[in-house]
């Protein structure tokens, strides 16, 4: 089965900084990979997912994404971070023929002045 | 386009009491899943339904159950609350027809804060 690893339980980055947010996945074959960001309280909102061509994914808010098949990752990438995008992401992925997404288990950001 | 609807968004509940959830999915979705989110457990699946019919269930026991009806609403019900049964419940809709949700993706709703006392 597939799995997702979010290996940063906890970032904190000050605002006006780049963001980086890891994400690996264990499968075999190229899988649907999805970011989600999540408000307390809220339900998740879809960022960005791929699918398939290129590898470089553009979001909404800001964020982009690059899938590298030879590392089998999916980080998340802001260059400049504000502070409403203090949240929890989660790193997902689906596989054709699976009946679920999986999600990884959730990097909260901490944004400081 | 309205999005995915789920009432209550909040509820408390007594240890041994039964509870039943709604979700509307966005127009047009005939797949709703379900997932309990938990500090401990994080995004868990329960169930998804596919025109009325349960396609797919996540590991967890009898006493969670749920049902889709032809208009694509869905509701879940948990029956003898249990103290760990506390979680945000999540409804996600998805434009998947015969095919997975997974290859789609999902659109979640706010979810129901449910606690049990």
């Known amino acids: 089965a597939q799995s997702v690893t979010q290996p940063d339980i906890h970032i904190t980055v000050s605002e006006g900084a780049s963001l980086e947010l890891r994400c690996n996945y264990s499968?075999?074959?190229?899988?649907?990979l999805f970011w989600y960001v999540q408000s307390p309280g809220q339900g998740l909102q879809l960022l960005l997912k791929?699918?398939?061509?290129?590898?470089l994914v553009q979001g909404i808010k800001g964020f982009e994404a690059e899938f590298k098949r030879s590392q089998s990752s999916f980080n998340l990438r802001k260059p400049s971070v504000h502070w409403s995008d203090a949240a929890e992401y989660f790193c997902?992925?689906?596989?054709?023929?699976?009946?679920?997404?999986?999600f990884g288990t959730g990097t909260k950001l901490q944004v400081i002045p | 386009k309205a999005g995915v609807t789920q009432t209550p968004r909040y509820l408390i509940k007594t240890r041994g009491q039964q509870v039943t959830l709604s979700c509307s999915p966005i127009?047009?979705?005939?797949?709703v899943s379900w997932y309990q989110q938990t500090p401990g457990q994080g995004l868990q699946f329960l169930f998804e339904y596919f025109s009325e019919t349960q396609r797919n269930k996540g590991n967890f026991p009898g006493r969670f159950s749920g049902r889709q009806f032809s208009n694509s609403r869905s509701e879940m019900n948990v029956s003898t609350l249990e103290l760990g049964d506390s979680a945000l419940y999540l409804c996600?809709?998805?434009?998947?027809?015969?095919?997975?949700?997974?290859?789609?993706?999902?659109?979640f709703g706010s979810g129901t804060r449910l606690t049990v006392v």
């Open positions: 997902a992925v689906g596989v054709g023929g699976y009946p679920k997404v999986t």
């Open positions: 996600a809709s998805s434009p998947a027809g015969d095919r997975s949700p997974a290859n789609y993706g999902y659109t």
């Open positions: 127009s047009g979705h005939r797949s």
């Open positions: 791929y699918f398939s061509g290129d590898t």
């Open positions: 499968y075999g074959a190229t899988p649907y």
